[in-house]
């Protein structure tokens, strides 16, 4: 029986994968708990997986991906930016006319 991964899957060059946690991701991926579940949920970020009942992961790989794609479509104006706040409408120290 291999005892080296690569040779059991046939492969003559090892392939590690590196995988993340929460806190490193959060650290890589500037982007609150919710607003990462809510883009995983529809599709739009990398998926996390289970090493073990209470471990949860993301693919390095996949997450750096997903990094670059957004910094291409942001480059190429794809990413709609929200608009300004409109400040004449704050109650706390308002515009003066």
Known sequence: MP?????AL???????RRT???AELR???PLAD???YELEQRGEFPRRFNLTPRCVVWDLAEVEAWIDERRRASDASLIARSPSPDVRQRRAR???Q
């Open 3 to 7: 005892t080296d991964v690569s040779a």
């Open 34 to 36: 919710t607003t990462i």
């Open 10 to 16: 046939g492969s003559s060059t090892p392939r590690y």
């Open 94 to 96: 308002p515009v003066r």
């Open 20 to 22: 993340v946690r929460r």
């Open 27 to 29: 650290r890589i991926v």
